[in-house]
């Protein structure tokens, strides 16, 4: 049988355009960063175009979409392969069960030589990834290892959460952040921890910046191919 491939995509344009040479000389940003920006583009574009190329060779039914227009869940494929970096694999994470693995390219991986360089001048860190098993440089390797079934996925939990009493349909795989909508304004919230609908620990009345709690992929996110399974319950 045919296997049926999702490749869910970061756009091209996450970065605004070039500002006009006018605008350049009013502002003054370093053109070192602009040209940074352009190249970051321009690698994430490339990348994207090999991971096409290499799933063209392959018997594979598969179908590309970018990230921006996944708004149902995602249904009757074998696997998802995400170009981009954790963002990417993440919004993916919000629209799958646990009977469908994914595969995580990063598109940019940062350089430690480049951001030495650039230490005093801009932040030259690119994409981060620790969510994803590949790059360009070993996609094609680690997908054929998936393929024939020489690659296991690794399981991971995600955290459910519920409002008023109403379970949430998406599950988190990082973490989950209660705060108020303006990052300025101090949040006030009282929470207790709960195992089967008991109290195991006091209520506690708090204020500050939010409340975040933290899968362990989110405190140690290392990991290779992703096959989840959630199990873990919060409720404020």
């Given amino acids: 049988m045919l296997r049926r491939v999702l490749l869910l995509l970061k756009p091209f344009n996450v970065y605004p355009p070039r500002p006009k040479p ?17 190249d970051r583009c321009k690698v994430h574009e490339e990348a994207i175009k090999f991971c096409q190329n290499v799933l063209r060779r392959k018997s594979l039914d598969w179908e590309p979409v970018m990230r921006n227009y996944l708004t149902q869940p995602i249904r009757n494929v074998d696997l998802v392969i995400t170009v981009g970096g954790d963002g990417t ?29 650039f230490s005093n001048e801009f932040d030259a860190t690119r994409s981060t990834g620790y969510l994803c098993a590949a790059t360009i440089e070993n996609f094609e390797q680690v997908l054929d290892e998936i393929l024939e079934g020489r690659k296991e996925p690794s399981k991971l939990s ?32 009282s929470f207790r921890i709960k195992s089967d609908d008991q109290n195991i620990s006091n209520l506690v009345n708090c204020r500050s910046s939010g409340f975040r709690v933290s899968t362990a992929a989110g405190i140690n996110c290392c990991y290779a191919i992703s096959w989840w399974v959630s199990h873990a319950y919060f409720e404020l």
């Fill in 22 to 38: 006018s605008a350049l000389l009013h502002f003054g940003p370093n053109p070192k960063v602009l040209s940074y920006l352009d």
């Fill in 158 to 189: 995600r955290i459910a959460i519920s409002l008023n009493g109403s379970k949430l349909s998406a599950f988190a795989l990082n973490d989950i952040l209660v705060a108020h909508p303006s990052p300025a304004t101090v949040s006030r919230f």
């Fill in 89 to 117: 694999l993440l919004k993916a994470s919000h629209f799958l069960d646990d009977t469908i693995p994914i595969l995580g390219v990063n598109s940019d991986p940062t350089r430690i030589e480049e951001v030495e360089r």
